[in-house]
């Protein structure tokens, strides 16, 4: 229970997704956390402070010229006496204030006055969060050390308009927040962290090869996570298309065989966590010229060879970090395949998804979203389906917390 006794500032800000603001209240009440709500002017059109103030069971603050509240706690108070400020639904409006320093009403003041970490939860119209002004105030904020959790894709509340812009989940939100409140900012700050992500190939002559539908974005967006948790992230990717993450350092293969390699190399570490969907076999011999096709003779009967598990190779290594993951990506008997797993590799728990949906952009394997499951000696716990940045969040946050509890 990260949240236990802690306090958090919630900024709602004006826009439809400030309903959403009322779950999020509960979701973060119980899980323990104090909440404490500023409303600015836009938000109170959406919602009332008195469902607020009913949900969070405190006072809730609007006006930053309020001679009572100025008295009793004051703007500046209010940015220190929390453990960390989360601003849901992060409005274009307040996104640009804080990006330029403006501070003309109470949240924005508050955000300007603040020395805890802030989550930014974006909700708008695609068209205004595509916006290269928007995209700038975020790339500001970014810097200046701002968390963000979404904006996701779907239906807007608008009728008729879809894209991005959506305001992440509650439940993603909180993970967010756990996030921010576990590490309080950066809790792997000095740890050497080793991730494998994407597909491999094998060749089978030098044109052609076996591979999977591993995208990489899952085993990426969580170097990215732990990273930003302060980590010296050592990423081991297989072939993808999408960019190496920032602040990674990043070792391109290509086959199983080379995974390993440059794995095994980077040992010790403080923990590993293994993503790659890792080829099972490879080609006995792969031919050094193209494999021709002649008439009459059929297709070559290829000869395979069973690959290096790199991951039980690293659980029971003499080296072994005090913390190996797992990725298990089953199509059937999930639970029963992560638990076989577990013990057979020597990780300390697997994070299982069902891949049974095929690929592209509806599965989990290419696709933007997940729902795994936690699979470790002390059970089975399940997570909702997030976005996979949401996922890998929440797994940064868990690391950090396995990591501290192994004495680090
Ligand atoms: C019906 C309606 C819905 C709105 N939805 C959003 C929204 O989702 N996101 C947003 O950034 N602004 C939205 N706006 C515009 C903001 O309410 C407006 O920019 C306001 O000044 C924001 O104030 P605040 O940032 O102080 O909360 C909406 C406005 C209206 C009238």
Request: with cysteine; charged share 25%.
């Amino acid at each position: 229970m990260i949240l236990s006794g802690k306090r958090v500032l919630l900024i709602v800000g004006g826009g439809i997704a400030a309903y959403k603001a009322l779950d999020l209240i509960r979701r973060l009440r119980e899980r323990g956390a104090a909440v404490r709500c500023v409303m600015t002017a836009a938000a109170q059109e959406f919602i009332t402070p008195l469902s607020v103030g009913a949900l969070s069971a405190d006072h809730v603050f609007t006006d930053l010229f309020d001679r009572q509240d100025e008295q009793d706690v004051g703007h500046i108070r209010l940015a220190r006496d929390t453990d960390v400020i989360a601003v849901a639904p992060a409005t274009a409006d307040l996104m640009a204030k804080l990006a330029n320093g403006l501070a003309n009403d109470l949240a924005s003041a508050v955000l300007l006055a603040a020395d805890r970490p802030v989550l930014m939860a974006p909700a708008m119209n695609p068209k205004m969060w595509a916006h290269p002004a928007t995209r700038r105030n975020r790339a500001t904020l970014e810097r200046d050390g701002i968390a963000f959790v979404g904006p996701g894709r779907g239906e807007m509340a608008e009728s008729g308009e879809a894209g991005e812009g959506r305001m992440a989940e509650p439940l993603e939100i909180v993970a967010s927040v756990e996030a921010l409140v576990a590490g309080g900012g950066r809790p792997l700050t000095g740890k050497k962290i080793i991730l494998t992500s994407g597909p491999t190939h094998e060749p089978i002559d030098p044109v052609r090869y076996i591979a999977n539908r591993s995208s990489g974005k899952q085993g990426h967006a969580i170097a990215a996570a732990l990273a930003k948790l302060g980590a010296e992230v050592h990423l081991v990717s297989g072939p993808v298309t999408i960019p190496d993450p920032a602040g990674v350092r990043t070792i391109h293969v290509e086959t199983a065989r080379e995974m390993q390699a440059a794995v095994e190399k980077l040992l010790p570490a403080d923990a590993a966590v293994f993503v790659a969907a890792v080829a099972d076999w490879r080609m006995a011999d792969s031919a050094g010229e193209k494999i021709k096709k002649v008439a009459g003779e059929g297709p070559p009967a290829l000869q395979m060879v069973e690959n290096p598990d790199i991951l039980a190779g690293v659980g029971h290594h003499r080296n072994r970090p005090a913390l190996v993951v797992g990725f298990a990506a089953e199509t059937q008997n999930l639970i029963a395949n992560a638990q076989a797993k577990l013990n057979k590799k020597g990780a300390d728990f697997i994070v299982a998804n069902d891949v049974s949906h095929g690929g592209g952009k509806a599965g989990v394997m290419g696709g933007e979203r997940n729902r795994v499951r936690i699979v470790s000696k002390a059970g089975v716990e399940e997570w909702p389906e997030m976005s996979k940045d949401e996922v890998a969040t929440k797994l940064a946050a868990l690391i950090a917390e396995k990591l501290g509890a192994a004495g680090g």
